[in-house]
């Protein structure tokens, strides 16, 4: 179980190594690294692909309140500790909050960014009262709220009863601190869709057309913001994971891109 320290906290991850140009996949809230199985099996013969568990997730535990920008540095000083001098960036909703900001923070360590159902803005204040109420069953809820959450949030996230019906043990054996400030982070984002034209490096969006969570909408106003951008792919049916449950669609377009670069 690889780890490295980094910012005082020991986060997991896993490297494909190998000579191809590096690729660091960050994952969504409340995954974690394993939902890019598809995606390092579909590219790790070209690409060396990295991928990790950020705070409050899988097997990096949060040690304090912290925000994206301190994720972002999480994410570079990952990159500090396999000797990679510059990724491309792949996030998946928090994934690409995060890798927005390391391209803000560090534009030299990134090389391209494709967002995968992730956008620059934050949420309405309909959307923000209704994850409060969802952070408030995490930390307070007795297990059957926390399960009647959960499966909510699974038709959400995933839309796939299978999916959900894997994930949703591995979020209830989540301890509740974590979970809660990792939520913190989620709400507590600012609007960055004012810097993205500051963004010097291609930047390109995967969106299912089916993701209640984040409209396809605003990945489109992302990327129209970018100074180097290389446009929007609709996900036909797909929801808010799309890598997940259309893999060989999300695949493609990753592949397109990297090619392209």
Same mark, same amino acid.
């Given at each position: 179980m690889?780890? *490295? ?12 190594g190998?000579d ?5 996949f960050?994952h ?17 013969n070209?690409?060396?692909?990295i991928? /990790?568990?950020?705070?409050?997730f ?5 040690i304090?309140?912290?925000?994206? /920008?301190?994720?972002?540095d999480? *994410? ?11 990724a491309?960036?792949v996030?998946?909703s928090q994934?690409?909050f ?5 391209a803000l923070g560090?534009?030299d360590?990134?090389? %391209? ?7 620059a ?5 309909e959307?923000?009262a209704?994850?409060?109420g969802m952070?408030h ?14 499966e909510?949030?699974?038709g ?5 009863d299978?999916?959900?019906?894997e /994930?949703?043990?591995? /979020?209830a ?5 974590q979970l ?24 390109? %969006?995967?969106h299912g ?7 396809i909408?605003r *990945?489109?106003?992302?990327v ?6 290389r ?6 049916g797909?929801?808010?994971?799309s890598n997940?449950t ?9 592949r397109?891109?990297l090619?392209s670069?």
């Open positions: 690889p780890q *490295a320290r980094v910012n005082g906290v020991d986060i997991r991850y896993e490297d494909t190998g191809g140009p590096p690729v660091l960050s969504g809230f409340l995954m974690d690294h394993t939902m890019f199985d598809s995606q390092v099996d579909a590219l790790a070209d690409y060396r692909c991928r /990790w568990d950020a705070r409050g899988g097997d990096t535990r949060a304090g309140e912290f925000t994206y /920008w301190d994720a972002a999480d *994410a570079v000083g990952l990159l500090d500790h396999l000797d990679v001098d510059e491309v960036f996030g998946m994934g690409g995060t890798s927005l900001r390391a560090h534009p360590r990134v090389r %391209a960014i494709a967002v995968i159902d992730s956008a803005d934050t949420e309405d204040a959307a923000l209704g994850y409060e952070l069953v995490f930390g307070h809820g007795t297990a059957d709220e926390k399960m009647a959450v959960f909510v949030v699974g959400l996230i995933l839309g796939d299978a999916l959900a019906a /994930w949703i043990p591995r /979020w054996a989540l301890e509740p601190d809660v400030i990792a939520g913190r982070a989620l709400l507590g984002r600012e609007d960055i869709s004012g810097r993205i034209g500051e963004i010097a490096c291609p930047i390109m %969006a995967i057309t089916a993701d209640q969570a984040i409209s909408e *990945a489109e106003a992302l129209a913001a970018a100074g180097d951008h446009g929007v792919v609709a996900i036909d797909a929801p808010h994971a997940m259309h893999p060989d669609a999300v695949n493609r377009a990753l397109d891109f090619a670069l």
